[in-house]
C-alpha cells in the first residue's frame, strides 16, 4: 500500500495514500485496536451534520473564509448522502471525551474539501481541519451534541417501533375479551379473568414507557454547542450558540434548542443517564412481557398451551417437529443487552470530572446499540409474533388461518374449570373459611369447584357462572 506522509503537533506520521483522513486519525488507529467496533452510522451522521453547520455559521458570522466554508459544505454533503463511510475509522474505545473521533471527522472532511477547491488530499494549507472545520467548536461540545442528535433520530424510531407493539397488543385484548381464563400469582391458580385484560395491561405498560421515552427526549432538545472547551464559549463568536441550534434543527428537523447554562451542559451527562434508565425500564417490562407470553405458550402436551404463537423456524436440530419461540426469545436477549448497557453509561455518567466526563464514547456506544437493537428487536417481534399471518393443522387435517397470536379457549376453558382460584369468589357469600373448605374438597376428590358447590347445594351451576362474570366484568 502507498502512503503519504503527514504532521500534526507530535510529527510525521505515515497515513494510506489513498485515505481522507491524516495523521491524527492514523495515530488513533495505532493506539486503540481495541475491539475492531467502528462508530455508530448516526453517530458519523450527527457529527458531520454539526461540521457543515459550523461551517455554514461561521461563513454567516464572517469566521471564515466563503470559499472554504462551502467547501467543508458540500464534503459534509457527500457523507450525509453516504459517501466516504469507510473513512470514519476510530476504535469506539479511544482517546477520553472522544477527540480522536472528532479529528476523524475534521480530517475527511478538510481533506475531500481541499480536494474541492482543486487541492490535493490532505492539504491542509487550503482547508485545516482544526482551523476551518473545527473552528468555533471543541470536542467538549461536539461529541455530546452528536449524542443528542443521534439519540433525538433513534428515540423517534424506537416510539414508533414500541407503539406499533402497544397497538398490537391493544387490538389482541380487543380479539381476546371473550376468552376466560384462569388468573395466576405466585404461579399458583388465582380468581378468574380475560384472557384480552392480559393482553391490555401489556399494551397500557408499554404506553407507560413511552411516556418516560418522551419526558428523556424532550431534554436531549437542549444542546451544548457554542460551549467550547468546558462551557465558556472562548474562541467562538456573539450568538454562535444561538446561530447552531437554528442551523441544526433547520438542517436536521429536529426540535433543539441552545442550552440555558453551557457550563452545565458540558459537565453533565445525566440527560444520556436519564435515557438510558428509560431505555432499562422499556427492556425490564419487554423481558417480562416476552416472558409470560412464552410461559403460556408453554407445551403443547406438556405446558400451559393458553395461546399459539406462529411457527417461524424448526425449533431442534434433534427433536423433529419442534418449535420454539423464537421470536420471544430473541427480545429476551435483546433486553439482557439493553439492562447491561445501562450498567455502563450509568457507570460513565458518574465519572465525570469537573468541568468535563471524558467517557463520553462509551456512552454513546452503548446508548447507540441499545436504541437500535430494541427497535429492531421491537419491530421484528411485532410482526413475526404478535401479528403474522400463518396457517394452523387442526387434528383433522385441515387447516385454519390465524393472525399473529391466537388464543386456545379450549385449553383457556380446562384450566378455569379447574382452579381453585374459584373459591374466592364465594367469598362474599360464605366467608373465607368455609370457600377455604370447597377448595380442600375440591382438591381432595379431585373435583371442581363449581362441582362442589353445587353437590353441597351451596348454588346452582347457572348461579356459580353468574359469579365468574361479575368477577371479570371490571
Sequence with gaps: MTSRIERDSLGEMEVPADALYGAQTARALRNFPVSGLKPHPLFVWATVAIKKAAATVNRQ??????????????????????????????????????????????????????????????????????????????????????????????????????????????????????????????????????????????????????????????????????????????????????????????????????????????????????LSASLRTLAIELNRISSDIRLLASGPATGLGEILLPPVQPGSSIMPGKVNPVMAEMLGMVCFHVIGADTCVAMASQAGQLELNVMMPVMAHNLNTSLTVLTNGVRLFTERCVLLFWQQELPDGSTVQRHGIAADEAACARFLERSTGLATLLNPAIGYDAAAEVMKQARREGRTVREVVVRRGLMSSEEFDALIQRAVER
Design 61 to 274: 458570522l464572517g469566521q471564515i473564509d466563503p470559499r472554504i466554508a462551502d467547501a467543508i459544505v458540500a464534503a459534509a454533503d457527500e457523507v450525509l448522502n453516504g459517501r466516504h463511510a469507510d473513512q470514519f475509522v476510530v476504535d469506539v474505545f479511544q482517546a477520553g471525551a472522544g477527540t480522536s473521533h472528532n479529528m476523524n471527522v475534521n480530517e475527511v472532511l478538510a481533506s475531500r474539501a481541499a480536494e474541492i477547491l482543486g487541492g490535493q488530499r490532505g492539504d491542509r494549507r487550503l482547508v485545516h481541519p482544526n482551523d476551518h472545520v473545527n473552528r468555533g467548536q471543541s470536542t467538549n461540545d461536539v461529541i455530546p451534541t452528536a449524542m443528542r442528535l443521534c439519540s433525538l433520530r433513534q428515540v423517534r424510531d424506537l416510539d414508533e417501533a414500541v407503539a406499533g407493539l402497544e397497538a398490537a397488543f391493544q387490538a389482541k385484548a380487543t380479539e381476546f375479551h371473550g376468552v376466560l381464563k384462569s388468573g395466576r400469582t405466585h404461579l399458583q391458580d388465582a380468581v378468574p379473568m380475560r384472557l384480552g385484560s392480559e393482553f391490555g395491561a401489556w399494551a397500557r405498560s408499554l404506553a407507560c414507557c413511552r411516556a418516560r421515552l418522551h419526558d428523556a427526549f424532550d431534554d436531549l432538545c437542549e444542546l451544548g454547542i457554542g460551549g467550547n472547551a468546558i462551557g465558556s464559549g472562548v474562541n467562538t463568536p456573539a450568538g454562535f450558540a444561538e446561530h447552531m441550534a437554528a442551523a441544526l434543527r433547520e438542517q436536521t428537523g429536529l426540535p433543539v434548542r441552545p442550552g440555558v447554562d453551557l457550563y452545565e451542559r458540558c459537565q453533565s451527562t445525566a440527560d444520556f443517564a436519564q
